[in-house]
């Protein structure tokens, strides 16, 4: 099994809530596909940005979508006792039961 493993700090400025940090996730989201669709051409406007630039930006949003998941995890953990390793482990489980995984 193939794997791209990234270690992300917890931020240690903030207060995040469950909410706060779902709604900080769906933002991030957003600005990655904003992002996507630049390079595409997808707001209907002629594509005129340059590729490795936009190539930059989505890469920049997609580990701000990856911080902010990381953050949830954290309040995940600290706040409501979830044991995320285990789920980690629960989800590779299922990714090969569904045959995504070898």
């Known amino acids: 099994m193939q794997q791209k493993i ?49 190539l930059a930006a989505i890469t920049r949003e997609l580990l701000d979508v990856a911080q902010t998941a990381v953050s949830l995890m954290f309040v995940l953990e600290d706040q409501y006792g979830v044991d995320i390793q285990q789920a980690l482990e629960e989800h590779v489980h299922k990714l090969r039961a569904k045959k995504y995984l070898k």
């Open 6 to 54: 990234i270690a992300l700090p917890k931020l240690d400025n903030l207060t995040p809530t469950m909410e706060s940090t779902a709604l900080k996730l769906m933002e991030e989201a957003g600005e990655l596909a904003q992002a996507i669709g630049k390079l595409r051409g997808l707001s209907g406007e002629a594509v005129r940005v340059d590729h490795d630039a936009v």
